[in-house]
């Protein structure tokens, strides 16, 4: 799967699994989740999220840091999915 379509991939999941009142669209891939000029997600969104791309990709995320590094904006989401499919492909 190319890196475009996995992020539109990733924005549908988010606008699904956490109800957003957005489509998937206008939600811009380096945009931030949270704080600031962000998405506005919140703690409740982000286990959400956390669960939903283990279930959609196998991605697992066990640790807060890498939490928060992974769920910053689509970008750093579509990476780590990408980096993970490449290992678990190798």
């Known amino acids: 799967m190319d890196n ?3 992020k539109q991939e990733i924005k549908q ?3 699904e699994n956490l109800m957003l009142q957005v489509r998937p669209e ?3 891939d ?16 982000a286990l959400q999220l956390v ?11 066990g640790d807060s840091e890498i939490a928060k590094r992974t769920l910053h ?3 750093t989401m579509a990476a780590a999915v ?9």
């Open 51 to 61: 669960v939903a791309l283990d279930k959609a990709y196998g991605l697992k995320i």
């Open 4 to 6: 475009a379509a996995l």
């Open 30 to 45: 380096n945009q931030p989740l949270f704080g600031p000029g962000s998405v506005g997600l919140d703690s409740v969104d």
């Open 26 to 28: 206008e939600i811009g």
């Open 82 to 90: 990408a980096a993970h499919q490449k290992s678990a492909a190798s």
């Open 13 to 15: 999941l988010m606008v």
């Open 73 to 75: 904006s689509v970008d």
